[in-house]
């Protein structure tokens, strides 16, 4: 189901056109001059509309994620966005909307470099690299760990697109990306680590269980966005709910292509 959602200029509330037997809520709050919202999407399955321009980031739409409501609550996201430096496979540090302020980018964030999930989704997406090239849309992955991890994960996969390193997860946290046990073994998940067994993807037991992955656990799930150009502008946000959840490659190139 899907659900329209408008932010009034004035003071108040705005519902869903469809009703759920959960009805999201919308608060201008004066004092911050950003839009809050104080309830969970997790019950929709397909994709929420908003538009939230009087919070300093402009998002178009969200799909499927879990936890929007935390992540419109955390504040001035662009502020938060823009105090996120990242380091290329150089080692120079970005802050992290210098990477779609003069272009439009899709940018994938890994759960970690090993992961076997995530090799899957860089040739997801790099599948589409024509594309996005057509499109003047660059392609960018970001993963929690270290700039040696990053190194390694490019070059084992060959990856088409530009690949950075978040070593203090910064970006994962102001996204407010979920990471837990229960999202990373579900039944879904390992039917998927099966199939992609099967088609030949191979988790790196090395990086996985080096220090930068292993002292978080490794539980962290990622994401996609479409941003840009301009810091403030991120027109769609997938936030995995679990392992290996990717979105439907027509939404990606949607919200960046059409």
């Not at 899907?2 to 919308?26: C, D, E, H, I, N």
């Amino acid at each position: 189901m899907a659900a329209t959602l408008s932010a009034s200029p004035t003071y108040g509330s705005a519902a869903p056109q469809r009703k759920s037997s959960q009805s999201p809520r919308v608060f201008y709050n004066p004092s911050h001059r950003n839009l809050l919202f104080n309830s969970s999407f997790s019950h929709y399955n397909n994709t929420v509309k908003l538009s939230l321009k009087r919070a300093g980031v402009v998002v178009s739409a969200v799909s499927d994620s879990p936890g929007i409501g935390s992540y419109v609550e955390s504040g001035n996201i662009a502020d938060l966005l823009d105090s996120v430096k990242v380091f290329d496979l150089n080692g120079n540090g970005i802050p992290i909307s210098d990477l779609w302020k003069d272009r439009k980018a899709v940018v994938a964030f890994a759960r970690h470099f090993g992961c076997v999930f995530c090799r899957k989704r860089a040739d997801y997406l790099a599948s589409k690299k024509d594309l996005l090239d057509a499109s003047g849309v660059a392609l960018v992955l970001i993963g929690p760990g270290s700039i040696d991890q990053a190194k390694a994960f490019n070059e084992q996969t060959k990856f088409q697109g530009e690949v950075y390193a978040d070593p203090a997860h910064s970006s994962y946290e102001a996204l407010n990306f979920v990471s837990g046990f229960t999202t990373t073994f579900t039944p879904k998940a390992g039917l998927k680590i099966i199939e992609l067994y099967m088609e030949g993807y191979r988790q790196d037991w090395n990086l996985s269980f080096q220090k930068d992955t292993v002292s978080r656990g490794g539980w962290q799930q990622g994401g996609i966005i479409v941003a840009g150009p301009g810091k403030n502008n991120i027109s769609y946000i997938h936030k995995d709910k679990e392992a290996g959840d990717d979105p439907d490659i027509q939404e990606i190139l949607k919200a960046c292509c059409s």
